[in-house]
Nanobody, 128 residues
Framework: EVQLVESGGGLVQAGGSLELTCAAS????????MAWFRQVPGKEREEISC???????YYADSAKGRFTIYTDAAANTVYLQMSSLKPEDTAVYYC??????????????????????WGQGTQVTVSS
């Protein structure tokens, strides 16, 4: 059974930091690109960052310079370290996994609809 279990969300003041954790199981971690998305009610889900096994990383403009994605492949875990948090970072944060190779071709970053597995999400609230 595939599982992506997020943790680490919570309430933090603006300017503070949080680290999100996503523990993956049920699939070959190294064969997937791991990503963090976030969603605010009434808005589309936004990809924040993703990382391949090489590793190659991608950051949305909203995350550059403030967020860092990294993995512990031995533990099948992906992290999102967030600093200098702003109230507009308030959202539910989701972990997701997409196959790194499609028909033997490496695609990075994957298209959103390529993400096959999703976690349940963890709430991050940044107070002003």
């Amino acid at each position: 059974e595939v599982q992506l279990v997020e943790s680490g969300g919570g309430l933090v003041q603006a300017g503070g930091s949080l680290e999100l954790t996503c523990a993956a199981s049920g699939f070959t971690f190294g064969d997937y690109v791991m990503a963090w998305f976030r969603q605010v009610p009434g808005k589309e889900r936004e990809e924040i960052s993703c990382i391949s096994s090489h590793p190659i990383t991608y950051y949305a403009d909203s995350a550059k310079g403030r967020f860092t994605i990294y993995t512990d492949a031995a533990a099948n875990t992906v992290y999102l370290q967030m600093s200098s948090l702003k109230p507009e970072d308030t959202a539910v944060y989701y972990c997701a996994a997409a196959p790194a190779y499609v028909d033997d071709t490496f695609y990075f970053p994957p298209a959103t609809d390529e993400y096959r597995f999703w976690g349940q999400g963890t709430q991050v609230t940044v107070s002003s």
